[in-house]
């Protein structure tokens, strides 16, 4: 298989741990030696859980700061191009680190090609930097009344030409119907970047899940690259920052890059990455 530049994590719904298992695949390839930054093409965050990076603007979603720790690398706004967060009330959106007044309030078609471009931009200048880009999607990627407008998903895999992972979770029932649902919705142009899919927080021995994975298997056409089990002392996230300053002494702290270290174990030691293309 020839060597990727880039590769999407995409999921079947949004909660279903495309967020640390981007984290994992960061701090595994920075243990072979790659060059890698993480990517997430647009974020949206209610509160002001924001790392800034060069000023008030310049920022990156907290998720996308502790990925950039698991790689190794200094958290920058191109790893969120299009940044949304809410501060006393009012919805701040920045691009490409810079605030952006009407960005949301372009009507529709010129706001999603405003922000491809921007997109697209940030993603290019990872891709000059750094020899891999571990992408995180948003959501689910076959929402068939927004799809036309997608800048996350399945148009960001396009669009960089790389393949995906699919995750699903096993947290809640309807893991079948989840991971076939969300396949039989794609084109087929998209089902061949799908590489293979992801069950994640398995409660349990994967092994007893062995009939469901042929099942899946037989059914996506697709292989498993692995059954994560959920485990309950390692959720990175069960915190969530409220502020900036917080955000930063978690980012520049020793404990955190301990955990990146003990999740990342966890997830690699339960997955199968030979088919990442990575060399």
Known sequence: MAANRSIVVLGTSSGVGKTLITLALCRW????GVRVAPFKAMSMQPGHAVYQTTSATACVHYHQAYQAVAAGVRPHHDMNPIAVWGHNGVLIAAVRGRKHDTILSMPAQRRTATAREAIKAGYDHLARHHEFVVAEGCGSPVELNIKHRDVTNLWLAQAI???CVLVSSAAQTGVFASLLGTLALMTE???RRVMGFIVNRYA???RDFA????ILQQRARLPCLGIVPHCRDLDLLADTPSDPDQVRTRV?????DTEIE????HVITHLSLDRLGVR
């Open 161 to 163: 030409d790389a393949p």
């Open 262 to 265: 003990a999740w990342a174990h």
């Open 204 to 206: 349990g021995d994967p």
């Open 252 to 256: 520049h702290s020793r404990r955190l």
């Open 211 to 214: 009939s469901g994975i042929e």
């Open 189 to 191: 142009p998209e089902r």
């Open 29 to 32: 390839l920075r243990w072979q």
